[in-house]
């Protein structure tokens, strides 16, 4: 993760500093100042790692009092960071640092409000694909610090294997038997859009069937057919048009995983400032 956010970071100050801070050079150089970084409204606090990394890139004499924990929730106007140094500094890293905190803070709010939803049942919610590009490992990041899981990272670390490559293979059997004798050990995920399709999938031996956009009533009947028919036994996830509205009655159903692009794509940032508010000695 360490080299995840030190390249994040040298791509966000690379695309914001270009040639150099031109506003930031009006200040005398020598002159050292002192910000505070607050939050504006209820959120789980997510990115410290990031921001962090900003202004050791910039200018590691600036020193940062953090005030929260990480994944900590935080009220509005809640102070969250005192950072000392040279004002030029402060200034030029201000807003890629608060852009990595608001954006990581944003997906680990949201995080929490769909698992607030959720609470009394065993369901895990996981995330998708649906992130922003460059950010996938930050996002995941800010996900579990919101409370929720990780789906695969990527289209490397597991199988699911979707209409299309049922198609493209024959058939689900096809499709399961090629994953497994392909790479052992790999989790093998398959997508299913009816009942006849989850028992080929289970027949077949996935490890987790997803269960696409199946209706309440459906969802229920698959979890209890899974508990009761002799044999392998996999995981279920239900996935589709989930929404805050629609959730608690999927996850009441007994599925083991609810996947929620959501929490990723739809996230909002958090809303912050920062203030330089005396000068240093």
């Known amino acids: 993760m360490n080299d995840t956010i030190n390249i994040n970071v040298q791509h966000a100050l690379s695309e914001d500093i270009g040639s150099g801070d031109i506003t930031a050079a009006l200040i ?26 900003v202004f050791r890139q910039i200018d590691p004499t600036v020193t940062l009092e953090w005030h929260i924990e990480e994944g900590e929730r ?3 106007d809640q102070l969250l960071v005192t950072l000392k140094g040279s ?11 608060m852009n990595f905190l608001q954006t990581l803070s944003g997906t680990a709010t949201r995080c929490q409000q769909y698992l607030d939803l959720v609470k009394g049942t065993s369901v895990k919610l996981l995330d998708t694909r649906k992130t922003l590009p460059g ?6 990041y800010a996900v579990a610090q919101g409370g929720c899981h990780n789906h695969r990272v990527g289209l490397f670390d597991a199988f699911l294997i979707k209409e299309n490559h049922i198609a493209a293979c024959g058939g689900i059997l096809q499709a399961v038997e090629t994953a497994k004798a392909m790479a052992p050990g790999k989790p093998v995920e398959i997508e299913v859009e009816s009942l006849d399709e989850f028992h080929q999938a289970r027949d077949a031996g996935a490890d987790r069937i997803m269960l696409d956009n199946f209706s309440l009533t459906l969802l229920k009947e698959t979890v209890e057919l899974n508990k009761t028919l002799p044999g392998h036994r996999p995981e279920l996830e239900a996935s589709g048009n989930v929404t805050e509205t629609t959730l608690p009655d999927i996850a009441a159903t007994g599925v083991d995983y609810v996947s929620i692009g959501a929490l990723t794509k739809h996230c909002g940032a958090v809303d912050l400032s920062m203030r ?3 000068t240093a000695d």
């Open 28 to 53: 005398p150089e020598q002159q050292q100042a002192i910000a505070r970084l607050i939050c504006r409204e209820q959120a789980i606090i997510c990115g410290r790692p990031w921001f962090d990394e």
């Open 276 to 278: 330089l508010t005396e």
């Open 74 to 76: 935080v009220k509005p």
């Open 87 to 97: 004002a030029r500094s402060l200034l030029t890293g201000e807003r890629a640092a």
């Open 135 to 140: 950010l996938r490992l930050a996002q995941k």
